[in-house]
């Protein structure tokens, strides 16, 4: 086989589409770029090789890269950043549990931790009606302050982990459920495994090296270039081939 | 006067055969670990030519030598020379500098390949993107704790510093002798690898294809102009024939 120009044209077809896919990855990671706790995602490209036919290339899929962000310091008691490999727990609307590293939480009427979506936090204690203020310690141990004093002991967050946690699925607002690829939530205490400590007054930057998407950018764009002249020069051989005939 | 027709032919058919090719390459521009595929050309047969019989000096035939009959496709090499170095800081990007393989092992067997995209799966194996294992010194499958992975240039793998075994690496004096290329860039081993493997890893980069797109955007023109110049003598001859059928033996 291989002598086809309509095989090539579709190759080149094929890329063009593929770059166009990495395109809206790097989109929405740079749009990403001041997100709490956003991890950046990566095209995988693989090669598409049959028994005899070179068919181009394809998007095989996209790669969370789970590399920590940098930590920042913050006003807020409700500011919790993880440094280590850990999710917070949060329950979703469908009751399900998600996994998130954003720990930018509030207070909800009911004295509710929740997300900035407003997905409830899951752990093991309640905070008290006359609530001053909230204090996380690195293991995770939760005291408070109310007008009758401090108190301690009001239970503890615990963090989740994964075996892998590039294979979670993303569910949007920064939350992940777990998949078959991440394997199941290995939940402990913050400092267990690799779940790493807690941070109050503390929340974890968006992960996105700017330098490196926009280089990522260049490539791509100049890639879907070549495979466009490939494509318009294979379609000028086709229309060789169709008026060769003079007359 | 056929012959020149169908020569002439051949030139079209190994051009559009390398245009496609080289799509390939440049389709693959973003693929880590991707060798390019290098097309060659071979002379096509030989046929003795003769007079016709039956010329007015002479009688019989007489040979006057040999005529080439066009162009072939020759064998495809992958050129194995080393792609650009990009680092990516992710533990399990893994970077082959110089000579030297991965060992995998497919659902169709063990394969060879340079594209070091490895995750740790749900059960904690080291596989590639595409779910394959990557097999140890042993030829076994990697099974990593939870932890910080480190790997030594030697390919040793530590677990949060605690010995974790050594990554499987071949390699071949010869690749393009002793490797088959297979779907995904993957190869099939026709020999076995030399023992004394000195191969060096890289942690947290990739190897990038090795196709230039310089080179690859030079070979487009070169392979545009000779398919014209393909399909120009086509037309020549075509006129010619033409020629020959209407005007040849008209009188006045």
């Known amino acids: 086989m291989g002598y086809s120009l309509l095989h090539a044209l579709h190759i080149s077809r094929q890329d063009m589409m593929n770059r166009l896919l990495d395109l809206d990855v790097v989109s929405n990671n740079l749009a990403n770029v001041n997100t709490t706790a956003y991890k950046t995602s990566r095209s995988n490209f693989q090669e598409l090789l049959s028994l005899q036919n070179r068919d181009g290339d394809m998007l095989k899929n996209t790669q969370v890269i789970t590399r920590q962000g940098a930590i920042t310091t913050s006003e807020r008691s409700l500011d919790w950043a993880i440094e280590g490999e850990g999710f917070f727990q949060v329950e979703l609307p469908d009751g399900t549990t998600g996994y998130t590293r954003d720990g930018q939480f509030q207070l909800d009427a009911e004295r509710t931790l929740v997300t900035a979506s407003g997905y409830r936090l899951i752990w093991d204690g309640e905070i008290p009606e006359d609530v001053i203020d909230v204090a996380l310690l690195p293991d995770g141990t939760l005291q408070v302050l109310t007008t009758a004093g401090l108190q301690r002991d009001l239970g503890a967050i615990e963090l989740a982990t994964f075996a892998n946690p590039s294979g979670l699925e993303a569910r949007g607002t920064n939350t992940f459920v777990e998949s078959d690829s991440s394997g199941a939530a290995q939940v402990g205490a913050p400092g267990s495994g690799s779940a790493g400590l807690v941070k109050a007054h503390a929340y974890e930057q968006s992960n996105v090296n700017i330098a490196e998407e926009m280089t990522g950018m260049i490539s791509l764009q100049r890639a879907f270039q070549m495979s466009v002249r490939a494509f318009q020069q294979s379609d000028t051989m086709i229309g060789q081939a169709i008026h060769m005939r003079k007359g | ?252």
């Open chain 2, 1 to 252: 006067m056929i012959k020149g027709f169908y020569s002439a032919v051949t030139g079209m058919l190994v051009n559009a055969n390398r245009q496609q090719l080289l799509s390939h390459n440049i389709a693959n521009l973003q693929t880590p670990g991707f060798k390019q595929l290098l097309g060659t050309m071979e002379d096509f047969m030989h046929t003795p030519v003769t007079f016709p019989a039956g010329n007015i000096t002479r009688s019989g035939i007489h040979p006057v030598g040999t005529l080439g009959l066009g162009v072939m496709s020759g064998p495809e090499v992958v050129d194995f020379t080393q792609g650009g170095m990009q680092t990516t800081g992710n533990p399990f990007d893994l970077a082959i500098q110089g000579e030297g393989f991965f060992h995998v092992r497919t659902p169709d067997g063990d394969r060879y390949t340079r594209d070091g995209r490895f995750l740790r799966d749900a059960e904690g194996s080291l596989v590639t993107i595409d779910g394959h294992a990557v097999l140890d010194d042993n030829g076994q499958p990697i099974q990593l704790e939870d932890g910080i992975a480190g790997i030594s240039t030697d390919g040793t793998i530590t677990v949060d510093g605690n010995d974790a075994g050594r990554l499987g690496l071949a390699a071949y004096e010869n690749p393009r002798a002793a490797l088959v290329r297979s779907e995904g860039n993957l190869y099939t081993a026709l020999q076995d690898p030399q023992a004394d493997a000195t191969v060096q890893v890289a942690q947290g980069a990739l190897e990038m294809s090795n196709s230039n797109p310089t080179q690859l955007m030079a070979q487009l023109v070169e392979v545009a102009r000779a398919y014209e110049a393909a399909q120009q003598m086509v037309q020549n001859q075509d006129e010619l024939l033409g020629k020959t059928i209407s005007m040849l033996g008209r009188i006045g």
